[in-house]
């Protein structure tokens, strides 16, 4: 055991971190708004717009994320007319690449996750809304919506540490994320086990942390 | 399109017999998972408090780590660990282990992490009077746990199964890193030499969703004969 090593690695990981929760959060962020915004057309009563997002969620949970991060990366910068748009800008950084991926993929199972919170609302709720002469717009956002926050915490928590966990491919698109260092050192010093430990138990603490993060807001929001 | 012609001007053979790859990967993982499962679900259902924290440890730390570290681990780690249990025995030359091996194993504790928490909540949750009608009869151990509690298990475990399935045929995805010709790497392999990248890697997820979908039509049929009854 090459303890040295370890210690020398430590803050070099560390800073590593900063990037794995930059991709994290801001993949969140914008998954969350393309999940609520998927989960609505999906409980629209129009069977074309549900079929186009269950489509969507379909698609993006049942390939591997790997494959979703290398068509946005190297595939979409193929297309000619692509380039010479202004989304060329975004595109054409692994790092935005790598967040795009992320988001979208969040997306789908966010979208799922809120959809079956959203269906399992009991329509006495709404129901008792109406009957109070609460206009449809305020039960969305003062009803539905908390009630749904509620239900999707627990489900919605293993989603985030799985999101942690996904963000360590952006190490293959060239980004040095934590797992990206990780791999840099093993593969110049030929250590695995000590660079394993370090940088696994820096993943631990974040689950962890994550965890405990959601057991709190789920104390907070019950009812 | 031509591109994916079978024959030598095209990737199709290629790509299919790494579609194989990619099952036989995904099969042996989830093999070697559930002989881990059938390790550690024991440990984790014990009376002893030691061997739950064995247990909790592996499921723990498995499902907390990126499953890429995981592969690293194993990808750098693995032939070192072998050289150096062969050094024990006074085996001192260089062992390469092949990449399908490395491959299932890391994929294989990954999945195996996750079948241990499906088979400790199915068997959890059978009921207890199961349990003890079976000692009632005077059943043996061996009795009790294969006609009694297995088949009631496994109708429990078979849903969330097929997930691990799931994320292990996914994961499978991730070996591509060590060089092993599944079918990831065998579009990067494409798409380099033809530079036609969005061709292959959309074909590519093309292939896992047909896995996916097929897998998820004989899984359900699975568990439909598993709960005739219920």
């Known amino acids: 055991m090459d303890f040295d090593l370890m210690i020398t690695s430590f803050p070099k990981l560390l800073s590593a971190t900063v990037i794995t929760l930059k991709l994290l959060s801001a993949s969140l962020f914008f998954g969350l708004f393309i999940g609520l915004l998927f989960a609505i057309l999906r409980l629209n009563k129009n069977p074309i717009i549900n079929k186009f997002a269950y489509g969507y969620s379909y698609v993006f949970r049942g390939t591997p994320l790997l494959v979703q991060i290398f068509i946005i990366y190297f595939g979409l910068g193929q297309i000619e007319y692509f380039r010479s748009t202004f989304l060329w800008v975004v595109f054409k950084e692994p790092y935005w690449c790598a967040i795009i991926a992320f988001a979208l993929n969040t997306g789908a199972y966010t979208s799922e996750i809120l959809r079956s919170a959203f269906q399992t609302i009991k329509p006495g709720f709404i129901e008792a809304g109406k009957s109070l002469g609460i206009s449809n717009k305020i039960i969305f956002y003062k009803i539905q919506i908390p009630i749904a926050i509620k239900q999707s915490l627990p489900a919605y928590g293993n989603e985030i540490i799985l999101m942690l966990k996904g963000t360590s491919l952006a190490s293959t698109v060239t980004l040095l994320d934590l797992t990206g260092v990780a791999k840099y050192i093993i593969s110049t010093t030929f250590k695995p086990i000590e660079v394993f430990i370090v940088a696994g138990s820096i993943y631990l603490f974040l689950t962890f942390l994550v965890h405990n993060l959601i057991k709190f807001l789920e104390k907070k929001y019950s009812y | ?230």
């Not at chain 2, 890429?68 to 750098?76: M, P």
């Not at chain 2, 399935?165 to 990067?188: A, C, F, H, N, P």
Request: proline share 2%; glycine share 8%; aromatic share 16%.
């Open chain 2, 1 to 230: 399109m031509e591109l994916l012609y079978f024959g030598d001007n095209g990737w199709g053979d290629e790509l299919f017999i790494a579609t194989l790859m990619t099952i036989a990967v995904s099969i042996t993982a989830m093999l070697i998972g559930f002989l881990f499962a059938l390790i550690f679900t024991p440990l984790k259902l014990s009376k002893y408090k030691i061997l739950n924290l064995i247990g909790n440890f592996y499921t723990t730390v498995i499902r907390g780590v990126p499953e890429l570290l995981v592969i690293y681990l194993f990808f750098f780690g693995g032939s070192g660990a072998v050289m150096y249990v062969a050094s024990i025995f006074g085996y001192f030359e260089y062992i390469e282990i092949n990449a399908f091996i490395t491959g299932s194993f890391a994929i294989g504790i990954i999945s195996g992490a996750y079948s241990t928490e499906v088979f400790r909540g199915a068997i959890q949750s059978i009921d207890k009077g199961q349990f003890e009608a079976s000692k009632v009869l005077g059943f043996n151990k061996y009795i009790n746990f294969f006609k009694v509690i297995m088949p009631q298990m496994l109708r429990l475990a078979l849903p969330n199964l097929s997930n691990v399935w799931q994320i292990t045929l996914k994961d499978t995805s991730l070996i591509s890193v060590t060089g092993l010709v599944e079918i990831m790497r065998q579009s990067y392999i494409a798409a380099g030499s033809t530079r036609d990248p969005l061709l292959f890697y959309s074909f590519a997820a093309v292939l896992y969703l047909l896995l996916t979908f097929i897998s998820m039509k004989f899984l359900n049929r699975l568990e439909k004969n598993y709960s005739r009854g219920f």
